[in-house]
């Protein structure tokens, strides 16, 4: 039974490392895209993606470190991506993000 256990924390640690890599792949890749976007759209989407990352990033680390107290920072994560992603969207479509109507 030792063994078993053994050998599936060896694979959960392999997955860990191999998920590693790719999400820093994926941000590496965002990166140039948010500095060579050809569009503002574009740069808008890679953001995002990057605020995606970024939580499966502490996710992963909440696996790695065993430890529960990085759920919180995941969701916090998320709720500032959204804000952001709507503050990028508003700025593409009006040119503002605060609207000051003094009438």
């Known amino acids: 039974m030792m063994e078993f256990l053994e050998l599936t924390e060896n694979l959960i640690e392999i997955a860990l490392y191999i998920c590693f890599i790719g ?30 990352n970024l939580m499966g ?15 919180d920072v995941v969701l ?3 709720i500032l991506a959204f804000l952001g992603t709507l503050a990028i969207a508003k700025y593409l479509e009006k040119g503002v993000i605060i609207d000051r109507d003094l009438e």
């Not at 990033?57 to 759920?71: D, H």
């Open 57 to 71: 990033v502490a996710g992963l680390l909440a696996i790695f470190l065993i430890t529960p107290n990085l759920n």
């Open 76 to 78: 916090l994560i998320g």
């Open 23 to 52: 999400i820093s792949a994926s941000l590496i890749l965002l990166l140039y895209r948010i500095i060579a976007g050809p569009t503002n759209a574009d740069r808008a989407v890679a953001l995002d993606a990057i605020g995606i």
